[in-house]
Each structure stands twice: as C-alpha cells, then as structure tokens.
C-alpha cells in the first residue's frame, strides 16, 4: 500500500521495500527465500511482499537474474 493516514505501517511497500533492501545490501537473496523470509519476519502476507518486489523492480531499484534478486546499483 501506498502510505496514507491511517494506514498500517506493518503492510507499506516502503517499510517492507526498506526491509527488502537491507537483506539485498549484504548481498543477493533467491525470490522465494526473499518471500518466505519477509513475510514471516514482518508479519505481512506473500501479497504484500510480491506486490513491494513488483514496485521495486519497477522503479529499477532491484533487478533478477536467474531467480536471484540484487540491488539495482547505480555507477
């Protein structure tokens, strides 16, 4: 969700986004083990994280290779 008043913080694709960027930062993570993790250490369902992946990868900060996710870094 996109963040507005009164909105869950625990189900916005910014807080998760974050939470998906911190694990990608130490290095790349496979899409389903990104799904299963997030989902069950913030709490939320796959659907919130799928959809937080899709706005990622959207907006070019992550890419996949081979169902592997990395950072979208910049040079």
């Given at each position: 969700m996109?963040?507005?008043?009164?909105?869950d913080p625990k189900i916005n694709i910014l807080v998760?986004?974050?939470e998906i960027l911190k694990r990608l930062k130490n290095g790349h993570v496979t899409t389903e083990n990104m799904l299963i993790e997030i989902s069950?250490?913030?709490?939320?369902?796959?659907?919130?994280?799928?959809?937080?992946l899709d706005w990622l990868y959207s907006?070019?900060?992550i890419f996949?290779?081979?169902?592997e996710l990395f950072i979208n870094e910049v040079d």
């Open positions: 996109i963040p507005s008043p009164g909105c998760i986004g974050s069950n250490e913030l709490g939320v369902s796959m659907d919130h994280v799928i959809l937080t907006i070019h900060a996949l290779d081979r169902n």
